[in-house]
Structure formats: C-alpha cells, structure tokens
C-alpha cells in the first residue's frame, strides 16, 4: 500500500498490504502475482465456493455512475467471466444460452427491486466442420468470416411488491462483440465494438461484449497478507485480462422514484436454468468488498443465492468484521472497537445526506444518487476525497476501491486517519470517453514483433522472420532453417508412409 503525506514511514511499509483485502468488487482472488496472462498463475473475483466453478456465470464487479457526457442518464457496467486469457482460444468466451443476467434497481431504498433489465444470450455457429472461432479477417459483425457470434434479447421487467406488472422485450437479437482473437483476425476491433453499441427508445443504449477489466488492484493479498513482507508492491494483478461486460445506460428519470427522490440501489444477478428448466440465482453482487472478504465460507454461497430483502442475516458480518483483526494480528495495527456500525451505513445504507434513501432498509446494493453532477475532475478516492460523485456513491471506473474501502475499514470515518492502499492507482489502460466507457479488450495477439517487421507489416509477410526469433542469426541462416524445416517435414512424410505400408502387411498376418 502507498500512503500519502499524513502517513509516516510505517504506511508507507504497508503500501501493498490489503490491496487486495478490500478488493472491491473483485477482490476475491487468491493466487501469484502476475502482470501479463500466462506470466503465472493467477485467480480473480472468485468470491465463493460454487460460483469459482462456473466462470460464465460469475459476475465480477457492478459500476454505477452518472454519465459524465449525458449528465441527465445513468451507466451501469456489469461483468462476468474472471480473468479471461485473451490468447484463450480457440474456443473464445461467451455468455452462457442457459443463463439470465440480470440488472436490478431498488428505486425507493425497501431493499425490493422496482425494475429489472434481463439478458439472455444465443449462440451462432456458421460451420461446425472448424475449429476456428473466425476463419478470416473480420470486419464487421454480419461478417461471414465470424464463425462463432452471440446474440441478445434484452426485456424490461417492472415490479411491485416482488410481483412482475408488466414484461416489455426492448431489443431483440442484439449483436455481441466478439472476443478480440488479435490482429490478423480483427484488424480493426474498435468499429466491432461500435457496431455493438445499439439504441433503444427513450434515449437509452445497450452494450454487450468483451473489454479489459476495468478492476486494478494487487491481489497478492491471499498470500496471508504477504506474511508481513512487503518486498514487492504495486503490481496491477489483473493488468491484460479481459471480462465479459453488460452496460446499459438510462435516463435518470427512469431509474429513479422522483425528481424528489432520487437516489437509486443497483446490483446485478445471474440465475441458471436446471434439468428440470427453472432458473436459479447462482450469483449476486452490488456493493464491492461484502461477499469477497467481510462473509465467511459458511455464508459465501448462501449470500450469492440470496437477495438484499433478507440481507439481516449477514449483518453480523459487517459489525464485527475478519479482516481488521486479521491485519493487527501481522501488522499490529490496532483494529478499530465494534460492533462497526460505520460500515453498516457505508455498505449497507448509505452515506447520510448523500447516497442514503430516506426510509432505507439495511442490504448489499451500489447505492447512487443520480442528482449528483459528474466530476470535473475526479478524484480516484471519490468521497474520502471530497468527491461527491464517486466512490461509495455509486461506483466509476476510475474510483480506487481497493485504497478507499481499506481506509474506511481500518477507521477513517472513526477518526482513525490513514492513507492504505495498494500502489495501483489507476487501470492499466484509458477509460473510454463515450458510451459504454470501458476500454477496449487486450488482444490475443500481442507478442513481440519477429525480426525486421514493424506494426504496419502485413501479417502475412512475416511468416518468414517468424520462423526466427527476434535478434538472432542473419538471412542466410533464415534460409538454413526454412530448408531444414522442409527437409524435417518431408523425412517425416516418408517415415509416417512407411509405417502404413508396415501396419498393412501385419493386418494381414493371420495372427
């Protein structure tokens, strides 16, 4: 963790310490760390037992904010599928056909949905007698080299009282953005991803497809909390991963009670259909941090498959939390005197005067007030910092959970000042400035460029120097190596040929 000015040498130690321990929405993960996919191995936002499993229904982190180009509309992100490898082929990533993924809003603070946004997922296979996910350059995406595309329904469902009032479909057979296989297959993945964006009515708009994960933080944690050895710091885990994102923007005005009453909780579901074909909740997750590393294992799967309605029976494990007493037991850093009632108002009810409905409910939602303009100029620390439109209300891309949930949970709001965190203060890579935000995915192809070749290079021509590694040998010794290439493959045609002939004498042979 990294401290700034009000802390001493002692934090600044603590730099990197529970980055992870906080991780907001995804900081459920264990493992090594690790900046590239393959460089080791690695786990993220695999919060509980049943749903690490199950990867295409596990969603990883809910985003929430004003929108900071269309100040009168609200963007949720969700994402699913952790710690997609983007060279994972050649079977790519897609959203589950037997699943329902779901948005859910609480309008007026009854822990009850008052709407909810289903997806549902097709798939589409152009020629089953490949293995390719495309077999050609794809450039766009009707294009008939996509082999293997995705489609959507989206339906708007509006509650009362739990029971649904009305069921309106509101797009059908949306187009997905593909997995980016790299730069043969894509060469121009942004246009696929702005073919993907769809309009709806009213002034809304729909995304579904992959990204990079907008989640930053050093997830070594898990690591018992580096048993005190702070050796390495700021290492961004889940730097070149991809996720599977949904993101739906809205009009303010439709997400909100009343103009009087704006404040709105949000969190996202996923049910998946049985033998029998009903569907069941599998997954579930709104406020970053709760299910992560404040429910213990007994709760974790219970917790997935419940709703906030019934979130009573986890408050325990918000006021007498694990995690500030596991840190005094390394650290010596005295936890702060429960029952922690200020995190039952940061995650369970809201700021006061800010992001708090007025007759709220206790439960685990992203709770945001859509009256608050978007920031100038954010501040990765949102409200800790001054920032009224970030972090707890609601949740941006940029916002810095990991350092701001950790500060609250080690006493900030108790008078316990501190400035912990993780050293990783920003994504990997830039935010987009438009709908639907998130960046574009990392590509499969991303390796070093083989010798002589340059980023304009066709592909295609370099089918030669990739024969050689970059910076060894000369030209002649290129034609050495495509010669004895040949050669090796020709010997192996001939040895293959002779075993037949042998294999077909000895079929003969009466024994």
């Known amino acids: 963790m990294t401290p700034n000015s009000r802390t001493g040498a002692r934090h600044r130690s603590l730099a990197t310490l529970i980055c992870g321990a906080l991780a907001a929405g995804g900081l459920a993960a264990a493992g090594v760390a690790t900046l590239e996919p393959g460089a080791a191995s690695a786990s993220s936002h695999r919060e509980a037992p049943l749903i690490s499993g199950q990867p295409q229904y596990d969603n990883t982190d809910v985003y929430a904010f004003v929108s900071p180009d269309k100040p009168d509309t609200t963007t949720i992100v969700a994402n699913w599928i952790p710690m997609e490898d983007p060279a994972g082929g050649p079977n790519f990533f897609t959203f589950a056909e037997d699943a329902e993924y779901d948005l859910r809003i609480d309008s007026d603070g009854d822990a009850q949905e008052d709407l909810l946004f289903r997806y549902t997922f097709k798939t589409h296979t152009k020629n089953d007698k490949t293995f390719l996910y495309n077999t050609g350059p794809v450039e766009s995406l009707d294009d008939p080299d996509l082999n293997i595309t995705q489609t959507y ?108 009453q704006p404040i709105v909780g949000i969190w996202s579901t996923t049910q998946r259909e049985n033998a029998k074909g009903y569907y069941s909740q599998v997954s579930r997750l709104g406020m970053p941090l709760v299910n992560e590393v404040v429910n213990p294992l007994k709760d974790k799967d219970k917790f997935n498959a419940s709703a906030p309605r019934d979130d009573a029976q986890f408050l325990k494990n918000v006021t007498n939390p694990e995690l500030p007493k596991l840190i005094e037991g390394i650290y010596k850093i005295p936890a702060p005197d429960e029952p922690r009632n200020d995190l039952v108002d940061v995650f369970l009810k809201g700021v006061k005067d800010l992001n708090q409905p007025p007759y709220v409910t206790p439960s685990e939602q992203l709770r945001l007030n859509t009256s608050i303009k978007p920031a100038a100029k954010p501040k990765r620390l949102g409200v800790l910092d001054g920032d009224t439109a970030g972090f707890p209300n609601g949740r941006r891309l940029t916002d810095d959970v990991i350092d701001a ?63 050689q590694p970059a910076g060894s040998g000369s030209s002649s010794d290129n034609m050495t190596l495509i010669a004895g290439s040949a050669g090796a493959g020709a010997l192996g045609i001939l040895l293959i040929g002779g075993a037949l002939m042998w294999w077909r004498r000895m079929r003969d042979r009466a024994y």
Not at 200 to 205: I, Y
Not at 221 to 231: E, K, Q, T
């Open 153 to 260: 329904d989206l339906e708007l469902i509006k509650l009362k009282h739990l029971k649904a009032v009305s069921k309106t479909k509101i797009a059908n057979d949306v187009p997905v953005a593909p997995s980016n296989v790299g730069k043969a297959s894509m060469p121009d993945y942004n246009t696929l991803r702005k073919q993907a964006i769809h309009k709806l009515a009213g002034g809304a708009q729909t995304f579904a497809g992959q990204a990079d994960d907008p989640f930053f933080l050093d997830l070594r944690v898990f690591d018992l909390l580096y048993g005190g050895n702070l050796s390495e710091v700021g290492n961004d885990t889940l730097k070149g991963y991809n996720v599977n994102s949904i993101a739906l923007q809205v009009p303010n005005s439709f997400l909100a009670e009343s103009h009087e």
């Open 405 to 467: 949930s950790l500060q609250v949970v080690e006493g900030e709001l108790l008078g316990a000042k501190n400035d912990l965190g993780d050293a990783v203060d920003k994504n990997d890579k830039d935010f987009e400035k438009a709908f639907p935000y998130v960046a574009l995915p990392t590509e499969g192809s991303r390796g070093p460029l083989a010798k002589g070749t340059t980023d304009g290079t066709d592909v295609r021509s370099q089918l030669g120097d990739a024969l």
